[in-house]
């Protein structure tokens, strides 16, 4: 399979919708490329929109635990599937 420029604008197409959803945030909190492709479509501002209910109710993301186990302080984190599209990975099956 030959990629096209068609292939290359759905895959921004696809990290510009996600990131502009929940998953967005957390790409700016983590840094590294992520984070620089997620500075490319928010503004630095945005990851004072958080944490979201689904991280500090729900219980889902990146938890930080205190020593004394009492305290836990939650985080919006991404899935391995949300940082391969960010990174616009694509699985080719042979």
């Known amino acids: 399979y030959n990629?096209?420029?068609e292939?290359?604008?759905?895959?921004?197409l696809?990290?510009?919708y996600l990131l502009q959803t929940l998953p967005g945030r957390a790409?700016?909190?983590?840094?590294?490329?992520?984070?620089r492709i997620a500075c490319e479509?928010?503004?630095?501002?945005d990851v004072l929109d958080?944490?979201?209910?689904?991280?500090?109710?729900i219980r889902n993301g990146f938890c930080l635990e205190e020593n004394d186990k009492q305290h836990e302080y939650w985080d919006d984190d991404l899935t391995e599937q949300e940082?391969?599209?960010?990174c616009g990975t694509y699985v080719m099956y042979t």
Do not use: C, M, N, Y
């Open 3 to 5: 990629f096209t420029a």
């Open 83 to 86: 940082r391969a599209i960010i």
């Open 41 to 45: 479509f928010l503004q630095a501002d």
């Open 14 to 16: 696809q990290t510009k």
């Open 50 to 57: 958080g944490p979201s209910v689904e991280a500090t109710f």
């Open 7 to 12: 292939d290359f604008q759905a895959s921004l």
């Open 27 to 35: 790409a700016l909190l983590s840094g590294g490329i992520i984070g």
